[in-house]
């Protein structure tokens, strides 16, 4: 049978020159689910969107031959592009909020395809629509159809944006990132009905960073990096015995649980220093903490130590008030009820409850790493001033400390002058840390801090986390939705949930024998690795 | 005018092709600078000196924007009068922006009771159309520069208070500045060191922009006999005095006014390409 898409040797380039894909060749046939897997800048969606013609007015494509389900591309117009678009190839991207039309509501978007190309007499198509969102477990379709994307959740838009793109029955759908912002469970579910897609005879092109993800579905994977293919293959044979060094390191990267205590940032494996905790010092204790917002309680009860050295994590998915955990212990925001305070014994000083002017002087002792580096850095602010900012130290002490601290998170003095938007995100979280572990603090406040990162570069952050924690004796508060890295960072976890901790106790007793529903219903839906090179 | 403030784009802008009008609007605008700071450079006349004799002559070679009805020479008056209407212009718009940021600073940073104080007096300023407030405010004082300054000052504060408000409540919840909070930054420290420049940084282009404008309104006060009296040659004070004469001698009004129009032209252009400059920086 031929091959439904074909791609030889593509190449795009962008103006600059920018050469985002270097000589690109694979095919896939009908009824296979192939994925595309890449970081950032490895030109994986760009050549997601060139297949259907959507990599921009900007980009020239060349390339030996471009079919898709038996037509050649190469020199297609527009118009030529809008009859396939659809109707052969349906396309479903990352942010359904932005993929929405806001004035349109969900049953319009979806109908509008249905429109396009002509398919079943208008008076029928509201039943159509509703089938096609009832398809994708839309619940409650005819209601749904009626409402606007800003309605839905998350979740309820990306299975919309799924039925847009297979209302014309297309044979191929290319769904890039599609449950990148998605929650772990939320997550789970689409990937579910994607395979679903599969079974009923759909072929699926899949693009993701995240090689657990692709690993659920996929039949074969195609690993790319900077611009070129380095590695494909079947998916359980790619993750067992990766050929290509990058694809071992992509693999060595993921933080899982048997990542705990080893170096992510290596493909031979490496012990982490070790880590000194001190259970009797304790450095920082809530309890009782509650948090409303007029009438939404967004912690309820929340209690728990941090002992010197030691790593805490808190998981959850978004709303589950993790975020407003990690405000509460800064002193950014004020508990509704419960206290904070911080050290042991004779030296315990009230955190919260106390006024500014008597937190000030402790505010060194607690410090914090965003998710987003660039928005808590000030934008006049170079790195010198920025990593300056907290110190004590004055003039050339002051600088020689920057440097030292820089040293530390593996920057060199020629980042001194430069501003953090001309810095690349791995360097701009190490920047951020090297400013956090300037006043020599008790506890680091992690708020998602490699979220935003690719897995190679997240991996050195993680890596340098722990050495710095290794040998400052400094207890983290690590917040972060991915259970994987909790697993690879925490000592003991809190499992929250609607502001609520369902579950604590030491991470391996935790994610192993987890007691509670919601637990198991996470640790399910985690797409981990071994699923595949187990056979299952 | 319409006044966006220059927010951090998404994309910086594309280093693109200068517009050709734009180094013509910077030659421009030199020029007026040089008449405003030394006219004696651009004209050799006696801006008061009047010759009867010479009254009404249309423009050439030895009057280049041709006579008034006393015989002053128009280009000479319009040379000097760069000298009013900038200094007019300039003074009134610092004026309005130093009182305008530090109202709506004072009302992003104050407690709420201040906040709605001084929100609701900039809101019952703003709802007077600006000529009309600088008009009144002219009514209870004298006719003249000073009063003429401060009443343009006064009609235009209100625009640069909302902005600077606004900007302040954005910046005040940035995250730099929660992160500043963990050093243990006291709040006055915080205001100095993190939101004070932030807020500020746009302010000088928006002023750019707006001093057209206060340039516009201040030759329109003067035609209203408000501002710098005869025989001053300001520029809308020129037009007032030779606006009977428009049948006649169309130079002595038109000229003048041209200048006006392409001064203000050209300033608002240079303050919108510096605002995109910004706006592609940040």
């Known amino acids: 049978m031929a091959p439904l898409l074909s791609v030889q040797d593509l190449h795009v380039t962008f103006p600059g020159p920018v050469h985002a894909v270097r000589g690109v060749s694979f095919d896939i046939e009908p009824g296979e689910c192939v994925a595309l897997v890449g970081e950032s800048g490895s030109g994986k969606s760009v050549t997601a969107r060139t297949l259907v013609g959507l990599a921009g007015p900007a980009a020239q494509v060349r390339a030996a031959r471009l079919t898709l389900d038996g037509r050649d591309t190469l020199g297609f117009g527009e118009r030529d592009w809008r009859r396939l678009r659809g109707r052969v190839a349906g396309l479903v991207l990352q942010d359904a909020l932005v993929s929405l039309d806001p004035l349109n509501t969900v049953g319009a978007e979806v109908g509008e395809v249905l429109r396009a190309h002509g398919i079943g007499r208008p008076a029928d198509r509201p039943v159509r629509v509703a089938e096609l969102l009832s398809a994708v477990h839309v619940p409650d379709p005819e209601e749904r159809a009626r409402q606007y994307p800003h309605q839905l959740s998350g979740g309820l838009r990306q299975r919309a944006l799924i039925a847009s793109a297979i209302a014309a029955d297309p044979p191929l759908l290319i769904a890039d990132e599609p449950t990148t912002a998605l929650d772990v469970t939320v997550q789970a579910q689409l990937l579910d009905l994607l395979a679903e897609r599969r079974a009923a005879g759909s072929t699926v092109l899949l693009v993701s960073h995240d090689l657990a993800v692709v690993s659920r579905i996929a039949d074969r994977v195609l690993v790319m990096r900077a611009g070129e293919i380095v590695e494909q293959g079947p998916t359980a044979q790619v993750l067992a015995a990766p050929a290509h060094p990058y694809t071992r390191l992509l693999l060595a990267a993921v933080p899982t649980a048997e990542s705990r205590g080893r170096r992510l940032s290596v493909t031979e494996p490496e012990p982490l220093p070790p880590r000194n905790v001190e259970p009797d010092r304790i450095v920082l204790s809530a309890t009782g903490l509650h948090k409303w917002y007029r009438t939404r309680h967004a912690v309820d009860d929340v209690s728990f130590t941090l002992a010197r050295g030691e790593t805490l994590g808190v998981v959850g998915e978004s709303g589950s008030g993790k975020t407003t955990v990690a405000r509460i212990a800064l002193g950014l925001v004020e508990p509704s009820a419960g206290t904070i305070r911080l050290g042991s014994g004779s030296g315990q000083v009230d955190w919260t409850g106390v006024p500014e002017r008597r937190r000030r002087p402790h505010r060194r002792r607690l410090q914090v790493i965003a998710q987003d580096p660039l928005s808590s850095f000030d934008p006049r602010y170079t790195v010198e001033r920025l990593v300056g900012e907290p110190l004590l130290e004055r003039g050339r002490a002051r600088r020689d400390r920057v440097v030292e601290l820089l040293e530390r998170v593996g920057l060199g003095a020629e980042h001194l002058s430069r501003h953090p938007r001309a810095l690349s995100g791995g360097q701009r979280q190490r920047v951020a840390i090297a400013r956090a572990i300037g006043p020599r603090p008790d506890v680091l406040v992690c708020d998602e801090p490699v979220s935003a990162l690719d897995v190679s570069i997240q991996a050195q952050v993680l890596d340098l986390l722990a050495d710095l924690q290794a040998a400052d004796g400094t207890a983290l508060l690590f917040i972060s939705h991915d259970l994987g890295v909790i697993h690879h960072v925490a000592d003991r976890v809190l499992v929250m949930h609607d502001g609520r901790v369902v579950e604590q106790g030491p991470v391996t007793d935790v994610f192993t024998a987890p007691s509670h529903e919601y637990t198991k219903s996470l640790l399910a839906a985690v797409p981990t690795l071994d699923s595949v090179s187990n056979g299952t | ?282």
């Open chain 2, 1 to 282: 005018m319409d006044v966006t403030l220059p927010v951090p784009a998404a994309a910086p802008a594309r280093p693109g092709r200068l517009p050709a009008g734009l180094p013509i609007a910077g030659l421009f605008l030199a020029l007026v600078a040089v008449a405003a700071v030394a006219p004696g450079l651009l004209t050799h006349t006696d801006p008061l000196a009047a010759d009867p004799m010479a009254a009404l002559q249309a423009p050439s070679a030895a009057h280049w924007f041709g006579t008034d009805q006393l015989g002053r020479d128009v280009f000479t008056r319009t040379v000097y009068g760069a000298r009013y209407s900038l200094f007019i212009g300039l003074t009134a718009t610092l004026l309005s922006v130093l009182a305008g940021g530090v109202l709506g600073l004072l009302a992003g940073l104050a407690p709420r009771a201040v906040d709605e104080a001084i929100s609701r007096a900039l809101d019952v300023l703003s709802s007077f159309p600006e000529v009309l407030l600088a008009l009144l405010f002219i009514a209870f004082t004298e006719p003249g520069t000073p009063s003429l300054i401060l009443a343009i000052a006064l009609a235009f504060a209100p625009r640069y208070g909302r902005i600077v408000r606004a900007q302040t409540l954005l910046v005040r919840r940035a995250g730099y500045v929660e992160q500043a909070v963990t050093f243990g930054l006291s709040r006055t420290r915080l205001a100095w060191r993190h939101i004070v420049p932030n807020v500020l940084g746009p302010l000088p282009i928006l002023a750019t922009i707006g001093l057209g404008t206060a340039i516009v309104n201040a030759s329109a006060l003067s035609f209203l006999g408000m501002g710098p009296q005869p025989p001053s040659p300001e520029w809308g004070a020129m037009l007032s005095e030779s606006r009977n004469y428009l049948r006649v001698a169309w130079w002595s009004a038109i000229l003048p006014g041209a200048t006006l129009t392409v001064t203000v032209i050209a300033l608002t252009a240079v303050g919108r390409r510096l605002q995109a400059r910004f706006e592609g920086r940040r």
